[in-house]
């Protein structure tokens, strides 16, 4: 029996295409347009638009006023020809939403930012006229359809217009909740599927079926190639690499189970930012579900599908929006300016000279794109001296593109562009040779004959890579050159540069509006740089490793001559603050310290506003009549929370020590040591016991009675071993404790503990001059590993370690190469129990210098200190 006949009912999708969702504008912006009661959406687009050419008009010259305004009337008469204006006006009404409620938002992104009316409404900020940049790479009249249904309009989703919008990260759930309110039940989170694929399917047959360990299964991923960014099919690796063939054939079973398994779904997962708006109601347009936690719908279908039938609307919590406004309220709020992002943009950077700061950029931390490895990399090439520049360089950080980056340096800083043919070069003047640019391809393509609707159709179809359609498109750009009379050779240029491009060239629309705002974050941090690290390190608590974050922040201050000082129970706020010249360390960023630990400090402070009259065991007291308990008491003290201003020079291992004694006595004898405390000088010893146990009170009895003195040994034993340990090396107990509870230290630094030790102080540098020193420099350092070592295959079959190292100063990447000569990884990296280094051991590095960037190790020793940080590591 089927399932129809058991019951089931048939469930027609009948996919016809996307409807916007209806809406009108509220009354008060129809109102402040001027617009009557009547009117619709095209006249809101076209007044909207009007009120930005007013503005326009007083700045600009007749002829170029012109252009803007043939432009605009071209730009609305497709649209509405599209039917897309209703599309534009949904994009627009969340974007006018956040301009009421001061959410900030960011200044384009995608091919949007080609279209016009998008910078005329308020939707992008970057203007396409002046960065010479396509509406049709936006909307193509010649690709986009539509179809009627019942005096409906239905558009092809899969060829409609994308806006995607990027939104302060603090408040793009404000955002989401209107439209819920907006759209009642037509809005939901959007299905993502994993499938089951290259490195992930072959490791995890491995280390199944093959029973192979996780190294041995990195090691051979690794041999697995990654073309433009993405990662090779294992059927062709097979066919390509020896050595993934190799181990292929000797595990028969492991590949044959991956082939089968590959591109299976491995499991789903919600669409980071993409929600789904829907002219229906959910129920009439796609099945749906909870997410995991229950709270929130999600729709069954993934968003290639619900794309077909309903709006997909990208909404981007992006964190650099979020950074440069907080940045922007500070230094206008302290420095009474009025500063934007556009105004930054359109007139600041040039008279600042922003991109001196470009020419020889070392610290990267909080710049928009610029700090990702790849790249800070090509940025330190290029070294950009305006925003097309700048543009670039986030187009050449791509796989494939970057094969490009000497070629485009010899254009721009030694003026040796290439020459492709006199016909294309100027098109290609401003990315020194290269079509880095799907706009130039457009263009180049337009020069021959074709429209710009034609060229967009074309740089589609060989991105594609549409077998049959490009065969008609090669006789049809043969024809045009031969109708224009262009020269044979211009065919085969033209189309050895289409297909050679379609695998890196970049959207240029994106790439300068992102420019746009990585300018920006270039110009606050180096302009305002307290208060531009200020909001960075608001930001780390959103991060997945805040103290990470930390640290890189903290090391990158010091280089500006700003110090992030050590958190204070009474000077520190909840967050980071402004204090002098410095930043001060915000509570809530301890390790372990909670919200509701938060509340109870917040308690502690209003009762005890100044500590330097207080005796260690009054704040004991004050402490725990707070509700704080002992493990955050510890965590304070080995932070040195207590310290600074508050007259108190002491070990913190042994405050730490005196603290958890007196967590182990009873309120009476908590308050027999606040009384006898003094005689004693404030030590909770062995002396202020005995005394205790010794001496009568007025009733004539021991004050404590002596099993109690057994019994509070018995209860202390451990912490009297970690006591014990740490104090016998208690510079790096600081340093560690320090780096587990902030991600940075503030009193201690490797070299310093670590360079008597070894007898050679003046040789251990660290590694910030590790990276100043020359090229094949031998050098010794100091570092802490930051996370797994990683072994792995280098091109020419010999195995590597890669390692990551920290210090107080910068971080820096060491390579342990094995030769035919000596096995460095078995020799040198490796402990007297055969392990690798693990996360956060403490290494000594003798070296040599590569490239500024990287050590390649001589020899290495682990330090074996033991520190202990949790009672249960005491055994």
């Known amino acids: 029996m089927s399932l129809l006949e058991g019951g089931f009912e048939k469930y027609d999708l009948d996919i016809r295409g996307v409807r916007i969702p209806k809406f009108s504008i509220e009354e008060d912006d129809r109102i402040k347009l001027g617009l009557p009661e009547d009117c619709n959406n095209v006249d809101v687009i076209k007044k909207l638009c009007q009120e930005k050419l007013k503005a326009l008009r007083a700045s600009l010259p007749k002829e170029e006023f012109d252009k803007y305004i043939e432009r605009v009337k071209y730009e609305v008469e497709i649209l509405d020809e599209l039917s897309y204006i209703d599309y534009i006006l949904l994009v627009w009404y969340v974007i006018n939403f956040c301009i009421k409620n001061n959410i900030p938002t960011g200044m384009g992104r995608g091919s949007a930012a080609g279209s016009l009316v998008l910078y005329l409404v308020g939707i992008t900020q970057i203007d396409p006229i002046k960065h010479e940049l396509f509406f049709e790479r936006f909307v193509s009249k010649a690709r986009a359809r539509k179809q009627e249904y019942n005096g409906e309009v239905f558009l092809d989703g899969s060829l409609m217009a994308d806006v995607d919008l990027d939104i302060c990260f603090y408040d793009r759930q404000k955002v989401l909740k209107h439209l819920e309110e907006k759209f009642v039940n037509k809005t939901s989170k959007i299905l993502t599927l994993n499938t089951l694929q290259g490195k992930a399917v072959i490791k995890d047959c491995g280390k199944v079926v093959g029973g192979h360990p996780e190294d041995v299964m990195n090691v051979v991923t690794s041999t697995i190639p990654t073309k433009y960014g993405a990662v090779k099919d294992i059927f062709e690796s097979y066919e390509e690499v020896e050595v993934f063939r190799n181990f292929c054939d000797e595990n028969l079973d492991v590949f044959k189970i991956a082939c089968n398994l590959r591109t299976l779904i491995r499991n789903k997962s919600i669409h980071a930012s993409a929600i789904l708006l829907s002219y229906d109601t959910l129920e009439k347009t796609c099945p749906v579900e909870l997410d995991s936690k229950g709270g929130s719908v999600v729709s069954s279908y993934d968003a290639n599908w619900v794309s077909m039938f309903t709006v997909k609307l990208d909404v981007l919590g992006l964190r650099g929006v979020s950074v440069v406004d907080q940045t922007i309220k500070k230094v206008n709020e302290t420095h009474s300016l009025d500063l934007t992002p556009k105004k930054i943009v359109d007139e600041l950077i040039s008279e600042d000279n922003t991109w001196k700061y470009l020419q020889d950029l070392k610290m990267r931390h909080g710049l928009f794109h610029i700090e990702a490895d790849t790249a800070f990399n090509v940025c330190k090439k290029v070294r950009p001296s305006n925003i097309e520049q700048l543009s670039a360089v986030l187009a050449l950080a791509r796989p494939g593109a970057i094969d490009y980056t000497e070629e485009y340096c010899d254009a721009v800083n030694n003026d040796q562009q290439k020459s492709v043919h006199e016909l294309f070069d100027n098109i290609l003047e401003t990315s020194g040779g290269v079509c880095l640019y799907q706009e130039q391809m457009m263009k180049m393509s337009n020069q021959i004959g074709f429209t710009l609707d034609e060229a967009e159709i074309l740089r589609r179809i060989v991105g594609k890579k549409k077998v049959n359609e490009v065969k008609k498109w090669k006789k049809k750009i043969s024809k045009k050159i031969k109708e224009n009379n262009l020269g044979e050779n211009v065919g085969e240029i033209l189309w050895k540069i289409l297909e050679d491009s379609a695998n890196y060239s970049f959207n240029k629309s994106h790439s300068i509006s992102y420019a746009a705002l990585s ?106 009549e707070a509700g704080i308990n002992i493990g955050v008491l510890s965590g304070l003290i080995q932070a040195g929370a207590f310290e600074e201003g508050s007259g108190r020079d002491e070990s913190r291992t042994k405050m730490v020590y005196q603290a958890q004694i007196w967590n182990v006595l009873t309120d009476k004898e908590k308050r027999l040591v606040l009384k006898y405390g003094k005689k004693f000088d404030n030590q909770l010893g062995k002396k202020m016991l005995d005394y205790l146990t010794t001496t009568n009170g007025e009733n004539g009895k021991p004050l404590m009675k002596p099993s109690r003195l057994e019994t509070i040994k018995k209860k202390s034993v451990k912490y009297k071993t970690i006591f014990e340990t740490n104090i016998s090396n208690e510079k790096l107990a600081n340093w ?54 990683a072994k792995r295959k280098s091109r020419n079959g010999n195995d590597y370690l890669m390692m990551h190292l920290c210090d107080e100063k910068d971080e820096i990447k060491v390579f342990a190469f094995n030769t035919k000569r000596e096995n460095k990884i078995e020799k040198y990296c490796k402990d007297k129990k055969g392990h690798f280094p693990k996360e956060g051991d403490i290494i000594i590095v003798d070296g040599q210098t590569k490239d500024g960037e990287v050590v390649f190790v001589e020899r290495l020793s682990k330090q074996e200190d033991v520190i202990y940080k949790k009672l249960s590591e005491v055994k």
């Open 736 to 789: 560690y404790y320090e780096n587990h509870l902030l991600g940075y230290t503030s009193s201690e630094k490797l070299t310093d503990i670590f360079g008597p030790r070894v007898g050679r102080r003046a040789d251990l540098m660290n590694i910030r001059n590790v990276k100043a020193a020359n090229e094949n420099d031998n050098v010794t350092f100091v570092g802490c590993v930051m996370e797994k070592p």
């Open 519 to 624: 300018a920006v974050t270039v110009y606050l941090k180096f302009n305002y740089t307290k208060e531009f690290y200020l909001s960075l390190l608001e930001m780390t608590k959103h991060e997945q490793n805040p103290l990470e974050e930390i640290s890189k922040i903290q090391r990158e201050l010091e280089f500006f001559g700003l110090k992030l000082l050590r958190p204070n129970i009474t000077k520190s706020q909840n967050g980071f603050s402004i204090e002098g010249d410095a930043i001060r360390y915000g509570l809530e960023s301890i390790r372990g310290v909670s919200e509701t630990t938060l509340e109870k400090l917040k308690t502690f402070k209003t009762d005890n506003p100044d500590l330097s009259g207080m005796n260690r065991y009054q704040i004991f007291m004050a402490m725990k």
